[in-house]
């Protein structure tokens, strides 16, 4: 559990490092990409916290291998979490991303921005939109895992 939330900071610092250097220089939706996918693994050590805190509360007694079944293991775990319920659902979204088709737009260019078809709709990926929700909900994401977890106090 505590590895996983280390792994999850770890993480957190590689997103920030994409967005903040690595876009600075190259702005590629490959590096868009990167830092998507830097998203869904500190999400993934985050889950993977939660659900061995949830097996050390007897919640239940075997941990599924797949992502998809740990979400539902953590949403059966935290039912009554409304924020916890949310970011898996969240993270959802995230995969569901990754995996769509999408294009590219204004490369090389400030605005870059991957454009991904979603649902019967377009979900526009830029940096600001990287740095301002994404970052956000992430780091959110951290800090209540942490004091969830009983590894920060609430303040």
Do not use: C, Q
Request: aromatic share 12%.
């Amino acid at each position: 559990m505590k590895e996983s939330l280390a792994e999850a900071k770890e993480e957190l610092k590689r997103i920030e490092h994409i967005i903040y250097v690595s876009l600075k220089y190259t702005r590629t939706v490959d590096v868009l990409r990167n830092a998507l996918n830097r998203l869904v693994s500190m999400f993934d050590f985050l889950i993977d916290a939660l659900v061995a805190y949830a097996k050390k509360e007897k919640k239940f007694k075997k941990i599924p291998k797949t992502p998809r079944l740990k979400v539902e293991l953590v949403r059966e775990a935290f039912e009554e979490d409304e924020r916890i319920l949310w970011y898996m659902n969240f993270y959802i979204f995230l995969r569901d991303i990754l995996k769509a088709k999408f294009t590219k737009r204004e490369e090389y260019r400030r605005h870059v921005t991957m454009v991904a078809e979603l649902w019967n709709r377009t979900v526009d990926v830029n940096i600001d939109t990287l740095e301002d929700n994404l970052l956000v909900i992430a780091k959110e994401f951290m800090e209540y895992s942490e004091i969830l977890l009983g590894f920060k106090e609430k303040e």
